[in-house]
């Protein structure tokens, strides 16, 4: 039988697990805790690193929680043991966002694969090839979104044409909102203690026709790093959605984008997330369905896939960094 507290090495592999989750700008606005004497992990939101202008409601923020309480859940069935998650436990302690102890022997699931792919998934802002993404994949991510209670849809050329404009006009609105682009430029910088934010190299390009609106945060302070490439003619573009939009929505969205992002990294293909539309209420209702469909969604992500470069990594934060009392705390 498992012991009921982790060991050292296990707690710092896990909790360096869930922080190799992507997250808005990079901020990893997430913080564990062992709580003493059990087998209970619980991850907190860290608002001084939240954006206070780009996500006032922090809807991004709960999303990449969300993310990292998905690797969370990967590591600890990785070492044998089931995640029991609960999402918002305690309504009087709002910034403790889940909880998952450690239980029994973890059934059987696919955590083997998407707990490999945790270490290679990142980001890629390059250009991807024209190369069509595989239906049986597709097929695939859309049935990880499923799992954890979200909505994942394709869009056809005429949608995808629809939220590539939409996006394009939460870029430039930003680019144009002083305090939003302030904002953004001060998560750009080069990996320094904090672990913080996105490296200048891993920003990547803008496309040369101008057709996928790739963020450009760093664009005032460093225009020359921003060059243009050809980027792929037909981008495959999805849309990740819940049927509502509650905090704990936000967190199922976080948690389903994470495992597509991981089913994607195990089949070889990279993705980028097209976020800025989102940071605009108005633009965000235009990133549902379409006027004609009957259904009710609300759009958490767009996600840009495809098979191209990894492009580099930014930094995370360590498990001692990460978690709120550092590893001595499994000793106490």
Not at 149 to 176: I, K, N
Request: with cysteine.
């Amino acid at each position: 039988m498992p012991t009921a507290v982790p060991d050292v090495s296990t707690l710092e592999t896990i909790v360096s697990a869930a922080s190799a989750a992507p997250s808005i700008h990079n901020t990893q606005p997430w913080r564990f805790r062992l709580a003493p004497g059990s087998d209970m992990l619980e991850l907190r939101a860290v608002p001084e690193r939240g954006l206070r202008h780009t996500d006032p409601s922090g809807r991004a923020l709960h999303m990449s929680v969300g993310c990292a309480l998905f690797n969370l859940r990967i590591a600890v069935a990785h070492f044998g043991r089931e995640p029991v998650t609960r999402l918002l436990p305690r309504p009087d302690e709002p910034g403790l966002l889940a909880t998952v102890r450690l239980g029994g022997p973890a059934r059987f699931s696919a955590a083997p694969r998407l707990y490999d792919a945790l270490w290679h998934r990142h980001s890629s802002r390059l250009p991807f090839s024209d190369r069509p993404l595989p239906g049986a994949v597709l097929a695939e991510l859309i049935e990880a979104a499923h799992t954890e209670g979200a909505m994942l849809a394709r869009s056809d050329p005429d949608a995808t044409d629809r939220l590539l404009r939409l996006t394009r006009e939460g870029e430039q609105r930003t680019t144009a909102a002083p305090d939003r682009a302030a904002e953004s430029r001060r998560w750009v910088q080069e990996p320094d203690h904090t672990r913080l934010g996105i490296p200048l190299a891993a920003v990547g390009a803008q496309d040369y026709r101008e057709h996928i609106p790739m963020r450009d945060f760093a664009a005032h302070r460093h225009p020359a790093a921003l060059t243009a490439r050809l980027f792929e003619a037909r981008p495959t573009i999805a849309v990740l959605s819940t049927a509502h939009d509650r905090r704990a929505d936000w967190l199922r969205a976080g948690m389903a984008l994470e495992r597509v992002l991981l089913v994607a990294t195990a089949h070889g293909i990279r993705a980028s997330l097209l976020h800025q539309a989102m940071e605009w209420p108005d633009l965000r209702e235009q990133l549902g369905p379409a006027p004609q469909d009957d259904r009710r969604a609300h759009a958490q992500m767009v996600i840009r896939l495809g098979y191209g470069p990894k492009g580099p990594p930014s930094p995370r934060r360590t498990a001692s960094q990460a978690l709120e009392d550092g590893v001595q705390a499994i000793h106490r």
